[in-house]
Structure formats: C-alpha cells, structure tokens
C-alpha cells in the first residue's frame, strides 16, 4: 500500500498555499503545530508580516480568505496579533485514520524514506572473559531501539558490535591459563553460556591479581601478547577458545534481552588488525599524526590538560604498540570504504565523549570523514544509578551483573502478572512468558524514556508499576483492547466518516495521525525517549477515550464499529511503536 499523507502536512500544504498566493514572494512556511485552542495553530505569519512590513492580523485575514475549507478544514479563525487557529472536519479525520487501518502491510501508512543511506550502528559492545554488567545496558537496548526504527523508515543498516578481544589483558589470560591448565575444566560437558561466562570471569580476575603483583609473571604475558599478535597457532587457538565461550553467553545474555544478535555482526578489535600498520602510515605520511616522545600523535589546539599543555590522541605507542585510536581509526576506514556507510552511529558512554571528539575530528583531516557526505556521531548516554541516586553497585561496592538484574526483573514481573492472571484467563506458561516480556520490557522503557544523555535511577519497583509511565502501563492498554475486541464477538471494527466524533475520539484521532511523523523524527534526531514519550500519550488518551466513550455499549451499531475501528487502530499503533522500542505487547495481561 502507498503512505498515508498526514493531516498535519494535508493541513500544512492548504495554508502554504494560501500563503504563496496571499504573499508570492514569501518563504511560505506557516510553521503548523497542535494547539489546545484547536487542532492546530500556525504562528508564521507574524515573521511574514514582519518581513513585509505589514500588520499581522490583516495579513492573517488575507490568508484565511485564501484557504479552500471544505472536505478537511471545517473552520479557521484569527486570533490574537494574526494566529491561526484551524479545526478539522470529523470525516477527514476519521478517513485518513480508515487508510492507516487498511494497511495490511502492517506500517499503518508510514512512508519510508525516499533516498535511504547506509548506517552503520556501533552498539552493545561486552568485553570477551568479561562478564557483562549493568554499565552493557544502555549500550544494547538504546543501540538495539535505534536499529529498529532506522530500519522501519526504510535505511540500509549494518550492526556492530565492537567486543573487547584483543590487547595486554590477552596475553595475561593466556599466560595464567598455560600455567593453571585445570582452571577453566568444565565438570559439565553441558554447561550454561552463563556458567562459562562465570568460569572465564573468574579466571581474568585471578590472572590480573597476578600481574599486578608478580613482575616476572607481568613479563611472560607481556611477551605472550607479542606472540597473540604475531600470530603464533597455540596461542591463537587459546584465545580462541575465550572468543568462543565469551560468544555463547553474549547469545544468551541478548536472547535473555529479546534482542537479535548475529554472529556476522560481531567484529571485534581484532577484525581490524591487519589494518592498523596502514592506519599509521596514512596518518603519518598525511602530516595528521607526527612523533612526539617515541609515540604517533594527533594533536589538537582546543584540547589541553590541566597544565595547559596539548593532550593527543596516542595512536601507536612509543614501544611499537597500538591503542585504541589506531583500532577505532581503521574501523572507520573499514565502514566508509568498505561498508560504503553514509553515517557512523556509536552508542557509547558519555564518559568516552573525549575520545570519540580526537578520533572523528582525526578522521576528518585523514579526509575519511566529512560533515556532507559521510557523518559520525556519538550517541552518547548517562549512567545507570541506583534508588539513591548514585552509580548501580551492590553493597559490597561491585558492579551488578546484567543477568542478575534482568532476572530479578523478570521475577518482580512475573509476581505482578500472576496476580492478575486468574482474572484474564492465564495459563502457568502465559504467566511465564508474560513475566518475561512484562520484566525485560520494563528494563528497557525505563531506560528509553529517558533522554540518552541523562543519568537514570534503576528503580524496579516503578518499573513494573501499572501506574505512571511505565512499560507495564502501556502494555496493559494495548492488552485492554484485544480484551475488548474478542468480547466484540462478531461485530467487526469499521470505519464510519459520517458519525460526529466526541472530543475524546478526535483527541486520540488526532495523536494516531502523529505516529509517522514521530518515527521520522526519532529516526533523525536518534531519540527513542520521543517515540516513547508519544506512546505513553497515546495510552494516556486511551484511558480519556475509555471513561468518556462506551465502546460495546455506545448509542448505536455505526458507532460500536467506529469505536471498534479506533481502538484497534490505537492498539496496532501501540504493537508497532512497541516493537520499535523492543518491546512485546502480550495478548493478555
């Protein structure tokens, strides 16, 4: 099916028209928005009659002389110094809320873009022999929602995930395991991605306690990390082995999130090895890094330490090693030459923001990067705090698991769906596979509702709360609806242009009409916490539309069939904007 074309931009397209033939040689834009006073407002025609030298509210009389009501504009009047407030007619609203229902492709008549680019998205990015923990969170469900709703509007996207596999640390594990060969036996042939992960954690946490306390140890991992990068078998097929069993619980950890990960799309520091002498020599040879004290570094004039002095972007070291620059330098290259990318997306803590600040602006002068036809940007995001509002650690002063906190999660869920559960019917494995969706949804909405860059509190008591703005409550709206529509029986949703809408229909009308505009947005801005906070209001008008507007009972069947249209309508709106944000909408609640 083809897009819908919005009320707003129908509404929009009729007043600039009207402006154009009211003042041909304006910029025509009446910036349009929603209004309380009606169901749109346009302000521009103070700045044109400031440009023109005339008197606003004359010039606003012209205009409104010009604009064809009719089918979608039933009333426009001036208001104040020379707004426009313009009511819409019930049938145009309810006709294009008809189109949207009659996508069966399931996009509710929301346009793709027309002249889609290639985005590489760098999220979600453990560490191997790591445990991943509540700093991972932000990283995958802010990068994943991002993934999804680039997708919808039609953008090519290829996934990253940039795991820690390579450096020092490797040559220290693999050093202590050739020493300590039983440490990491499995007793069980069959153990968890989770039990591997634990065994592989606790034994980076014993071989780093020895190198930081053993020199002559510190000195064998150290030459083991010159034999890991020069490619020695017995070596390699050690580190291997931790990418290996790191991988399994990183599968296990995504799928506990409801999140896809694939293997393809995993390509860690060690995927850009065969790189990094050419980085450095490009750089180089370029003039944008020169030797400073045996090291390659860029340097820059608006970045100086506490001393004054510059601080660079250390890209091989003194003692022939490479950092991180050099890494994260070649995957840029790799992306925009080999990935074709027109934009480079990173969901990386804001603690990073320096880094990636050097690194881009290196890429830049490399002449790998330009702000017209490739752009990088970090999306960067605040910290997870806890309930007093500082950083989430448990008592003992230790970072919290991310599997610890997504089960407790789970388990409050599922506690606040089995008590509702003999009310609607449930199941033992709906209740289970509902506390999962209801737990893991209510993790990820806290943390899009927010604005990415904001610290939030991990509160899990709100979190799985019916009331507020909480995953819970929005899906609790949308499985109200599917209640309502299996008591429908067999009475069908159907659109009725000719009925006369209450306020509380045209309101939610209104908002569904938003739903594209929304998502394209988002899509722009890379700001789920927008999409988020529309569907909460779309829940929020919901329950307005519910107290007001009987829906199985209204005054007659034509009305029944309107009613049943919108809140069906409401309820795809919600699936969809919900998937968006990687969230299930159970049937039942």
Known sequence: MASVTSLTASVHQHLATALSATLPTADADPLLR????????????????????????????????????????????????????????DGAITENLAARYSDDTGRLGVPTTEHPGTTVIDYAQPNVAKEMHVGHLRSAVIGDAVVQILEFTGENVVRRHHIGDWGTQFGMLIQYLDEHPHELDH?????????????LDRL?????????????????????????????????????????????????????????????DIVGESGYNDMLDETCRLLEESGVAVRSEGALCVFFEDIKGPDGNPVPLIVKKSDG??????????????????????SLLYVVDARQSLHFKMVFETARRAGWLDDEDVKA????????????????KTREGETIRLVDLLDEAIERATAVVREKAEKV????????????????????????????????????DQMVSLNGDTSVYLQYAYARIQSILRKAGGTAPAAHPELELAPAERALGLHLD??????????????????????????????AFYDQCPV???????????????????????????????IRTPEKL
């Open 34 to 89: 929603r209004s309380d006073r009606a169901d749109y407002q346009a302000n521009g025609i103070l700045a044109l009659a400031k440009k023109a030298k005339a008197n606003p509210r004359e010039l606003a009389t012209q205009v409104v002389a010009q604009v064809e009501s009719g089918e979608l504009i039933k009333d426009i009047e001036v208001s104040g110094p020379g707004f426009l407030n313009i009511t819409l007619t």
């Open 187 to 199: 007793k069980d042939a069959q153990v968890s991605g989770e039990e591997a992960m634990s065994n």
């Open 204 to 264: 980076y946490k014993a071989a780093r306690r020895l190198f930081d306390s053993d020199e002559e140890f510190k000195t064998r991992a150290r030459r083991r990390v010159v034999d890991l990068q020069a490619g020695d078998p017995h070596t390699l097929a050690t580190w291997q082995k931790f990418v290996d069993e790191s991988k399994i619980y990183f599968f296990s950890v995504f799928d506990k999130l409801d999140m896809e990960i694939r293997d393809a």
């Open 321 to 342: 090693g490479y950092g991180y620059a050099a890494t994260d330098l070649s995957a840029i290259r790799d992306r925009v030459f080999h990935l074709k990318a027109n």
């Open 377 to 392: 940007f970090q999306l960067a995001f605040g910290t997870v705090l806890g309930k007093d509002g500082k950083p989430f």
């Open 425 to 460: 019917g449930l199941s033992e494995q709906e209740i289970i596979e509902n506390g999962r969706y209801v737990g893991i949804g209510a993790v990820k909405y806290a943390d899009l509702s927010t604005s990415a860059v904001r610290d939030y509190k991990f509160d899990l």
């Open 514 to 543: 938003q739903f594209g505009e929304t998502v394209a947005e988002v899509a722009q801005s890379y700001e789920p916490h927008k999409l988020a906070a529309y569907l909460f209001k779309l829940a929020t008008l919901l329950t």
């Open 552 to 582: 199985l009972k209204a005054e007659t069947p034509a009305h029944v069939e309107n009613r049943l249209f919108l809140v069906d309508l409401t309820a795809r709106t919600l699936h969809r904007g919900m998937a968006l944000l990687g």
